[in-house]
């Protein structure tokens, strides 16, 4: 495929290299490059077969709705704007194209996340919980999507809603823990993600997959196809 990446940062460089390594042809644009979506016209995204953003809050909306008009499929690994996903869900239907997101592009948050749905009946046998995550100091948003999904799941699970601790520190990758605790015992759940290649892995598996289709997805409608 040609692929267009957004964001030349710590995770769009990465994705650009997995890409190339399956043979993708690859052109990444960064901040510079493409201010408020100014690059992503229809005829520039015309040899594009998808695009893939690793950017900012403050930049993909704009750059998801410029692609929406030119009828592109893009995948989004950028956090921190889930309040716009019923806006952009209505806009990829009567776009006619195919998007998929996720908070975390890993295998193993994925798995992690099957692991914390289980655990969180614990909610209901007067357990107590708490989600910390860390992540490195430059992180823009917090909580982290991934920590929001968790909190989300656990709450699907057992109504009870956690509070999520957010911890900025050095160069962290990610690392998320779930804690329930109770009189007789406690109960830890630790996801560590050792590298960003994870992450970057997922995404370009996730674009080869959307190749071809239309509708709104989630990196979990596809992860154990991997
Ligand atoms: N879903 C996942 O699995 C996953 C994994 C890791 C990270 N993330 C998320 O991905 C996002 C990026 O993370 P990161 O660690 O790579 O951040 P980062 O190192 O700060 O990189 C962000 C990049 O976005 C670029 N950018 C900003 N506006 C742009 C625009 N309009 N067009 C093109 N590029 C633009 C910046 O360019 P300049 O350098 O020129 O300013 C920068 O290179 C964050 O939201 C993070 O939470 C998600």
């Known amino acids: 495929?040609?692929?267009?990446?957004?964001?030349?940062?710590?995770?769009?460089?990465?994705v650009a290299e997995v890409a190339r390594e399956r043979?993708?042809?690859?052109?990444?644009l960064c901040a510079s490059d493409n201010p408020r979506a100014?690059?992503?016209?229809?005829?520039r995204l015309e040899e594009v077969d998808l695009v893939i953003d690793f950017t900012t809050p403050q930049a993909v909306?704009?750059?998801i709705e410029a692609c929406?008009?030119?009828?592109?499929?893009?995948v989004v690994g950028t956090t921190g704007w889930y309040g716009e996903l019923p806006k952009v869900r209505?806009?990829?239907?009567q776009s006619g194209t195919g998007f998929l997101y996720a908070a975390n592009f890993s295998v193993g948050i994925n798995l992690f996340f099957d692991v914390a749905r289980t655990a969180a009946a614990a909610l209901q046998h007067r357990y107590l919980g708490q989600i910390f995550e860390r992540h490195h100091a430059q992180k823009k948003d917090a909580p982290s999507g991934t920590a929001a999904a968790l909190q989300k799941i656990i709450k699907d699970a057992s109504g009870t809603e956690l509070e999520i601790i957010s911890f900025r520190e050095g160069d962290v990758v990610g690392m998320h823990e779930v804690v329930l605790n109770s009189p007789n015992d406690?109960?830890?759940?630790?996801?560590?993600?050792?590298?960003?290649?994870?992450?970057?892995q997922g995404a370009v598996r996730a674009a080869e997959?959307?190749?071809?289709?239309?509708?709104?997805?989630?990196?979990?409608?596809?992860?154990?196809e991997m």
Do not use: P
């Open 209 to 224: 997959w959307l190749s071809g289709k239309k509708g709104f997805f989630d990196f979990k409608d596809m992860w154990r």
């Open 90 to 93: 209505q806009m990829v239907e």
């Open 186 to 200: 406690t109960i830890y759940l630790c996801h560590d993600a050792k590298s960003r290649r994870g992450f970057a």
């Open 61 to 63: 909306v704009e750059n």
């Open 68 to 74: 929406l008009r030119a009828r592109k499929n893009m």
């Open 23 to 28: 043979h993708h042809e690859v052109v990444v």
């Open 38 to 43: 100014s690059a992503l016209t229809a005829k």
């Open 1 to 14: 495929m040609n692929i267009l990446i957004l964001g030349r940062g710590k995770t769009g460089s990465l």
